[in-house]
């Protein structure tokens, strides 16, 4: 089934009682009842836009990937992606974590998420937005190894896929619960790829 246009009166006021309501108790505790009266909607006008509470959280994560690739094309600036797939890595990194921490409703929000990864809903997120298949990871994995910045002894393909599973996957490498921890695991896992893979 096609998805209805979600742009209605109080949108913005669902979003950020959502965002409230997802951050304060989780995905299975939060109360679509409450997330309705803080934002000032019927129950009727909402299962018009959406099927379920499930649909308002993976529409949320939509949203803020969205915002986050906007932050991240107004802040890096061009000039970090004539440097080294490395170098990169590492300045992405610090813009998404000026993203995360720009709104504390944000930073909040993701880590709330970070603590779904035993649940359900946080397979079928990765499910939607597949992660794991990032044209744009792709694209900036062709060109370094174009560049000559890897390893000639692994192919291509076996380094775009240990690559894209070390960064969707890094919740279950190591434990973060906190935002202020994951520049920091990040940067080791930056480390650890470019000792391991470089030439």
Same mark, same amino acid.
């Given at each position: 089934?096609?998805?209805?246009?979600?742009?209605?009166?109080?949108?913005?006021? !669902? %979003?950020?009682?959502? +965002?409230? #309501?997802?951050? =304060?108790?989780?995905?299975? *505790?939060? &109360?679509?009842?409450?997330?309705? /009266?803080?934002?000032?909607?019927?129950?009727?006008?909402?299962?018009?836009?959406?099927?379920?509470?499930?649909?308002?959280?993976?529409? !949320? %994560?939509?949203?803020? +990937?969205? #915002?986050?690739? =906007?932050?991240?094309?107004? *802040?890096? &600036?061009?000039?970090?992606?004539? /440097?080294?797939?490395?170098?990169?890595?590492?300045?992405?990194?610090?813009?998404?974590?000026?993203?995360?921490?720009?709104?504390?409703?944000?930073?909040?929000?993701?880590?709330?998420?970070?603590? =779904?990864?035993?649940?359900?809903?946080?397979?079928?997120?990765?499910?939607?937005?597949?992660?794991?298949?990032?044209?744009?990871?792709?694209?900036?994995?062709?060109?370094?190894?174009?560049?000559?910045?890897?390893?000639?002894?692994?192919?291509?393909?076996?380094?775009?896929?240990?690559?894209?599973?070390?960064?969707?996957?890094?919740?279950?490498?190591?434990?973060?619960?906190?935002?202020?921890?994951?520049?920091?695991?990040?940067?080791?896992?930056?480390?650890?790829?470019?000792?391991?893979?470089?030439?």
């Amino acid at each position: 089934m096609q998805e209805k246009e979600k742009t209605f009166e109080k949108k913005s006021e !669902l %979003i950020d009682a959502a +965002i409230n #309501e997802f951050s =304060e108790r989780g995905y299975e *505790n939060a &109360s679509l009842n409450n997330i309705l /009266k803080q934002a000032g909607i019927s129950k009727g006008t909402f299962y018009y836009h959406f099927k379920n509470k499930e649909a308002l959280y993976i529409y !949320l %994560i939509g949203i803020l +990937i969205d #915002e986050k690739k =906007e932050f991240l094309k107004n *802040n890096v &600036s061009y000039d970090v992606f004539s /440097k080294d797939i490395f170098t990169i890595f590492e300045e992405l990194t610090k813009a998404g974590m000026k993203f995360a921490n720009k709104s504390p409703s944000i930073s909040k929000f993701s880590e709330s998420f970070i603590k =779904e990864k035993e649940n359900e809903i946080y397979k079928k997120v990765f499910e939607k937005y597949n992660f794991q298949n990032d044209d744009y990871m792709n694209a900036l994995i062709e060109n370094a190894y174009s560049k000559g910045e890897f390893r000639e002894d692994l192919p291509k393909e076996f380094i775009k896929s240990i690559v894209s599973y070390l960064f969707t996957n890094i919740t279950n490498i190591t434990s973060v619960s906190k935002m202020n921890d994951y520049e920091e695991v990040i940067n080791n896992l930056i480390k650890f790829m470019k000792n391991g893979l470089s030439r």
